[in-house]
C-alpha cells in the first residue's frame, strides 16, 4: 500500500479517535513558567537521550532523544523543534535534516498530532518503528488554520517513533493527543513465603508478547543464574524450596 493511500484510511478514522475516552494531550510547547509541561522536561535533551514521566497522564513514561549529532530538542513558549549548530536554523521547529525520537513505556493510541507553523505545501513524517510511515502532507491536516490533524495510530510499548520533516518544511509540535491502551507488557515479579516454602509470582502488566524465564541466584556476587522455569508469557506462580540463606529471582526474555 502506498503512502498515501495508508494516510486516506487515517483520516476515514478520525471518528473513531474523538469517541475514546481519557485521551490527553501531551504538551509539548513551553506554556508558561508556573505550567510545566511535558515538553519542559523534553527541553534541551540531544542524542544520548534521556526519560522522564508524562505530566498530563500519570503512569505514563516518555523516553526522547535528537535524531543525530549536534541536534538538541528545544522547547520554546511556541513549539516543540528541534535546533542544530549551522545557518538558518529555526530553533522551535523541525528543519531539514533534524528529527526526533520518542517511545513510550505503555501502549498509547494517537489521536490527534497539533502542530505549528506548518503551512501549505509542507509536509511532515511520523514513522513508527515496525508500521507503515504516516506522511502527512498539509492539505491532509482536518484543522488548517490550528494545523492538526486526527488520527487513529496504536504504537506498542518501547516503539520508536521519528518525527522529521521533508521537502525544505519547517514545522515545530505543539503537543500529541494519547490514550493509554495497553500496559508494559512486561513482568512484575513478586515473592512470598507459606510454611518455609517461597513462591514467586509473576504478574505481567498488559498483554505480554514474549517469552520469559525465571531464573535463580544464590549470591549476586555469583552472578551464577539457574534457570528454575519453562520458557511463559503470561501471569503465573513458582513455589521454590528454601535451601539457601539467601536467594535473588529475575525474570528475563529467552535468547532468540
Ligand atoms: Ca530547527
Ligand atoms: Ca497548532
Ligand atoms: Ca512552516
Not at 513558567?33 to 522522564?52: H, I, N, R
Not at 543525530?68 to 549548530?85: D, E, F, M, R
Not at 512486561?186 to 509473576?202: C, Q
Amino acid at each position: 500500500m502506498t503512502a498515501k493511500g495508508w494516510i486516506g484510511s487515517v483520516v476515514c478514522l478520525a471518528g473513531l479517535a474523538a469517541m475514546s475516552a481519557k485521551a490527553e494531550m501531551v504538551v509539548l510547547e513551553g506554556v508558561d513558567a508556573s505550567t510545566p509541561t511535558t515538553g519542559d522536561l523534553l527541553d534541551e535533551v540531544g542524542e544520548a537521550g534521556a526519560t522522564t514521566n508524562v505530566v498530563e497522564i500519570a503512569g505514563l513514561a516518555v523516553t526522547a532523544r535528537s535524531g543525530g549529532a549536534g541536534q538538541k530538542i528545544n522547547v520554546t513558549s511556541t513549539s516543540l523543534g528541534v535546533t542544530i549548530y549551522g545557518a538558518g536554523d529555526d530553533t522551535d521547529a523541525f528543519d531539514d535534516g533534524e528529527g526526533m525520537v520518542l517511545s513510550f513505556d505503555k501502549a498509547v493510541r494517537i489521536n490527534r498530532i497539533d502542530f505549528n507553523g506548518f503551512e501549505s505545501n509542507e509536509t511532515f513524517v511520523v514513522e513508527i518503528e515496525g508500521q507503515p510511515g504516516l506522511v502527512i502532507p498539509w492539505t491532509h491536516l482536518g484543522n488548517k488554520s490550528q494545523d492538526y490533524i486526527d488520527t487513529d495510530v496504536l504504537v506498542p510499548a518501547y516503539t520508536e517513533m521519528l518525527f522529521h520533516t521533508q521537502g525544505g518544511s519547517v514545522v515545530g509540535l505543539d503537543g500529541i493527543d494519547l490514550s493509554v491502551v495497553g500496559g508494559t507488557g512486561r513482568p512484575g515479579l513478586s515473592f512470598g513465603w507459606t510454611n518455609g516454602t517461597g513462591r514467586v509470582a509473576v504478574a505481567f502488566d498488559g498483554a505480554p508478547g514474549t517469552n520469559y524465564i525465571l531464573q535463580q541466584c544464590g549470591t549476586l556476587a555469583s552472578n551464577t543464574w539457574i534457570a528454575i522455569s519453562a520458557p511463559f508469557s503470561t501471569n503465573g506462580e513458582w513455589v521454590v524450596d528454601a535451601t539457601d540463606a539467601t536467594g535473588f529471582f529475575r525474570a528475563v526474555e529467552e535468547g532468540p
